[in-house]
């Protein structure tokens, strides 16, 4: 079925930079993108959205990018903090229910 | 309480025993998933509850899985005669409705398979 897709399954960033995330999806049909960030042991804590009728929303020290003609959406986090570390998922609502992708876990070197 | 609660936070069984896992949401959410995820993996929709409307059972892997939800409260998932490939964590969300994106999640219920 369809579904959403990460690039890289890892990255590694230093404290201070700035980290993009990417993410691929596959239905058109979708009507709202999200991004969640998972911590070791913990459940998935939701990061921001953004409705398929927008190309861009910010958040505090969060960008969500969504290009609709090649299907990619990112995630940018300014100025990146080790407690930034975590795996990041993107999911989109298809019917109401939230499909997630596989995730790209993020390191922050100090 | 303030959050998505799930219970037992860790459950070892026997391979062929059957398991009963428990959510209860955030009060007043209408929206209710579960949700497998195994290790080092994303999460793998299981099946989604909304209000009093039929469940979408779409992700349920087999027919050795099920799911109930009483009203908009607690909710159930049972693995009947587990495998070891049911192992995983089993995490629980809930949504104050359908329309929105951003939704809770509890700790999870670490399945162990033995």
């Known amino acids: 079925g369809e579904s959403v897709g990460l690039h890289l399954p890892t990255l590694s960033v230093q404290e201070g930079d700035n980290s993009i995330i990417n993410c691929a999806y596959s239905n058109s049909a979708s009507d709202y993108f999200i991004w969640y960030k998972q911590e070791s042991g913990k459940g998935p804590q939701f990061i921001i959205d953004i409705r398929s009728n927008m190309d861009k929303r910010q958040g505090q020290r969060v960008t969500v990018l969504l290009n609709k003609t090649v299907k990619h959406l990112s995630l940018q986090i300014a100025a990146t903090q080790p407690g930034d570390s975590a795996v990041y998922f993107c999911a989109d609502r298809q019917g109401g229910k939230l499909i997630f992708g596989q995730g790209t876990e993020l390191s922050v070197k100090p | 309480g ?6 037992p936070s860790n459950k070892v069984t026997e391979k062929g025993k059957d398991v009963e896992l ?3 949401p955030i009060s007043g959410h209408t929206a209710l998933y579960w949700y497998r995820q195994r290790l080092g993996q994303g999460l793998e ?3 989604y509850f909304q ?4 469940p979408d059972k779409s992700g349920l892997p087999s027919d050795r899985f099920s799911a109930e939800r ?3 409260s607690v909710s159930t998932l049972t ?4 495998q070891q490939e049911d192992s995983a964590v089993y ?3 809930s949504s104050l409705y359908e329309g929105l994106a951003e939704a809770f999640f509890g700790q999870g219920t670490r399945l162990t398979v033995v």
């Open chain 2, 45 to 47: 929709f299981l099946i």
């Open chain 2, 51 to 54: 209000g009093n409307s039929a």
């Open chain 2, 79 to 82: 693995i009947q005669r587990t």
């Open chain 2, 70 to 72: 009483t009203g908009e």
């Open chain 2, 22 to 24: 428990r959510c209860d």
């Open chain 2, 91 to 93: 995490l629980c969300a």
């Open chain 2, 2 to 7: 303030a959050g998505v609660s799930q219970s």
